[in-house]
């Protein structure tokens, strides 16, 4: 922008009344020490100037793209602890009404009537797929896992996996 205007106002003074170097520019032919002024080189600051400030603004948007990605990655995750949570929690009220009810295998949740049951080996809640593995420790123990995946791209999978152990106090 200063440069064009420093154009312009040379053409009209028919003289050169203003220099157009640019923050920039000015970098440039600070760091070109022992160079000639002539035309030549001022086009070759020109193109190492326009360089330097491209470089700038992808690395600023590089950041800006990285920094939202992160957000909605750290998002995603935090849903993903909830449920496998609820998951978890899911397991110990079930398994409150009964212990028997706490079967080896994997299962989803289904709420019906407000009252959590085990459904089929996974449920999925919008992008997430949540899946509970019971399996036995001991005639009194079992152990319970809340795995939710999702996608977090094309070729990526996020996973969170939650996991406690619930027994039977006689």
Do not use: C
Not at 13 to 30: D, E, F, H, P, Y
Not at 103 to 116: A, K, Q, R
Not at 128 to 145: F, L
């Amino acid at each position: 922008l200063s440069f064009a205007r420093a154009i312009i106002q040379n053409i009209k003074a028919k003289k050169i009344k203003n220099g157009g170097s640019t923050l920039s520019m000015q970098v440039i032919r600070l760091s070109r020490k022992k160079k000639g002024r002539t035309v030549f080189e001022k086009l070759v600051e020109i193109i190492l100037a326009v360089s330097i400030f491209a470089l700038s603004v992808m690395g600023l948007i590089g950041g800006l793209i990285y920094g939202q990605q992160s957000s909605s990655i750290a998002l995603h995750r935090a849903q993903a602890i909830f449920l496998a949570n609820e998951g978890i929690e899911a397991s110990q009220n079930i398994s409150a009404e009964s212990f028997s009810n706490l079967t080896d295998g994997p299962f989803g949740l289904l709420v019906e009537n407000n009252i959590y049951t085990f459904s089929s080996s996974f449920d999925v809640w919008d992008i997430y797929e949540r899946q509970i593995i019971i399996s036995s420790i001991n005639g009194d123990t079992k152990q319970v896992v809340s795995n939710v995946y999702w996608a977090q791209g094309p070729f990526d999978e996020g996973q969170v996996s939650l996991a406690t152990y619930i027994t039977d106090w006689k």
